[in-house]
């Protein structure tokens, strides 16, 4: 704060009393007074408050959270000490447990909960399919963050969101409401880029992980097409049927290796459109296909889809219509997202 000169009179009583109040309660602040001289009323004190206090960057410096902070060695071999007797505790706090079988006696009793109640069963599924995609968006949000190629970065998202949600399908009953339940986490998907893509809701890092450019209102194109397809590929045909395999792994794995290998192979570009290239179109068509036929026996596994070459004859004539129908100039004119799902299930309609 700089000096200024306060004349000693009645009227900067008022004045001064303020600075010896904020002597009195702020301990940082302290008082100087000058001797000045003035042709019209002589002798003056000025009264000069000095603030001692500077911020600090960083207050707990980390020598603060030592234990020994003059000698860093010995601080830190008591810290292994330490840690190490934490980590030993801990473990035999989990060696009791198993003698005494508790968690054997807890998990038989969650067990018995969820398999006399499907609905408390299917709502404990719903919770850990969304904290399993939830992980997984936070993990590209990081990567995004951290500097990853941003095409790339979005490609990665489109590719494993909906093949992870997928195997989350068999943790749901069978029958409608399983479908419904399951279809949750997408559609909370679809509220986040709404609220998002609106600007409502400010998240600079789904933004930057789901976006070509960058651009919060893209939300609102792609990745909401993206989102909404798979909710409704899940609610209207489950895991029962070829029809949703086909579609979530055109578009996920299909659409997804398309662009990856474009960008990078893609020297010879396609004679209808100039956008696509030749080498994407057979990753796609390839990928979505491999992608389908994982996942018949995956869910053949549980019963839910009978295995046979006619369904894998399917899949094939599936992933070549939308690979076709991807490379045309109208799926870059609507969304790709939208063209290659609608194929998808168009053409599943008529084969499956």
Same mark, same amino acid.
């Given at each position: 704060?700089?000096?200024?000169?306060?004349?000693?009179?009645?009227?900067?009583?008022?004045?001064?009393?303020?600075?010896?109040?904020?002597?009195?309660?702020?301990?940082?602040?302290?008082?100087?007074?000058?001797?000045?001289?003035?042709?019209?009323?002589?002798?003056?004190?000025?009264?000069?408050?000095?603030?001692?206090?500077?911020?600090?960057?960083?207050?707990?410096?980390?020598?603060?959270?030592?234990?020994?902070?003059?000698?860093?060695?010995?601080?830190?071999?008591?810290?292994?000490?330490?840690?190490?007797?934490?980590?030993?505790?801990?473990?035999?706090?989990?060696?009791?447990?198993?003698?005494?079988?508790?968690?054997?006696?807890?998990?038989?009793?969650?067990?018995?909960?969820?398999?006399?109640?499907?609905?408390?069963?299917?709502?404990?599924?719903?919770?850990?399919?969304?904290?399993?995609?939830?992980?997984?968006?936070?993990?590209?949000?990081?990567?995004?963050? +951290?500097?990853?190629? $941003? @095409? &790339?970065?979005?490609?990665?998202?489109?590719?494993?969101? #909906?093949? =992870?949600? *997928?195997?989350?399908?068999?943790?749901?009953?069978?029958?409608?409401?399983?479908?419904?339940?399951?279809?949750?986490?997408?559609?909370?998907?679809?509220?986040?880029?709404?609220?998002?893509?609106?600007?409502?809701?400010?998240?600079?890092?789904?933004?930057?992980?789901?976006?070509?450019?960058?651009?919060?209102?893209?939300?609102?194109?792609?990745?909401?097409?993206?989102?909404?397809?798979?909710?409704?590929?899940?609610?209207?045909?489950?895991?029962?049927?070829?029809?949703?395999?086909?579609?979530?792994?055109?578009?996920?794995?299909?659409?997804?290796?398309?662009?990856?290998?474009?960008? +990078?192979?893609?020297? $010879? @570009? &396609?004679?209808?459109?100039?956008?696509?290239?030749?080498? #994407?179109? =057979?990753? *796609?068509?390839?990928?979505?296909?491999?992608?389908?036929?994982?996942?018949?026996?995956?869910?053949?596994?549980?019963?839910?889809?009978?295995?046979?070459?006619?369904?894998?004859?399917?899949?094939?004539?599936?992933?070549?219509?939308?690979?076709?129908?991807?490379?045309?100039?109208?799926?870059?004119?609507?969304?790709?997202?939208?063209?290659?799902?609608?194929?998808?299930?168009?053409?599943?309609?008529?084969?499956?």
């Amino acid at each position: 704060m700089a000096s200024t000169a306060v004349p000693f009179y009645s009227s900067t009583i008022p004045k001064l009393t303020s600075k010896l109040n904020n002597l009195i309660f702020d301990p940082h602040v302290s008082l100087s007074f000058t001797a000045t001289s003035s042709n019209e009323f002589g002798n003056r004190f000025s009264l000069q408050s000095t603030n001692s206090r500077k911020p600090r960057r960083n207050p707990t410096p980390p020598a603060a959270s030592m234990i020994f902070p003059q000698n860093p060695v010995l601080s830190d071999v008591c810290a292994t000490v330490i840690s190490g007797f934490v980590a030993l505790s801990v473990l035999r706090v989990w060696q009791e447990t198993a003698k005494r079988r508790l968690c054997d006696q807890l998990s038989s009793q969650f067990w018995k909960l969820t398999n006399k109640n499907p609905v408390v069963s299917d709502l404990l599924a719903a919770a850990v399919c969304c904290g399993v995609i939830f992980a997984f968006l936070l993990l590209w949000q990081e990567t995004a963050k +951290r500097g990853l190629d $941003q @095409k &790339l970065n979005r490609k990665l998202v489109h590719i494993s969101i #909906g093949l =992870v949600f *997928m195997l989350c399908w068999p943790l749901f009953s069978s029958g409608y409401r399983g479908a419904i339940l399951a279809a949750i986490t997408p559609g909370v998907n679809i509220i986040r880029m709404l609220l998002i893509g609106s600007g409502l809701w400010k998240d600079e890092a789904t933004v930057k992980s789901m976006s070509r450019y960058g651009d919060y209102r893209e939300l609102l194109k792609g990745p909401l097409y993206y989102a909404t397809t798979i909710t409704l590929a899940c609610a209207l045909y489950w895991r029962t049927s070829p029809i949703a395999v086909a579609a979530i792994c055109n578009l996920c794995a299909g659409d997804g290796i398309a662009d990856v290998v474009g960008r +990078r192979f893609g020297r $010879q @570009k &396609l004679p209808y459109n100039s956008n696509k290239s030749i080498a #994407g179109s =057979v990753a *796609m068509a390839t990928a979505g296909f491999l992608a389908s036929v994982g996942f018949m026996y995956y869910f053949a596994y549980f019963g839910y889809i009978q295995e046979s070459w006619e369904i894998v004859l399917g899949f094939l004539v599936v992933s070549l219509a939308s690979a076709l129908v991807e490379s045309l100039p109208i799926s870059t004119e609507l969304d790709d997202n939208l063209t290659v799902t609608l194929t998808s299930i168009l053409v599943g309609s008529l084969v499956f």
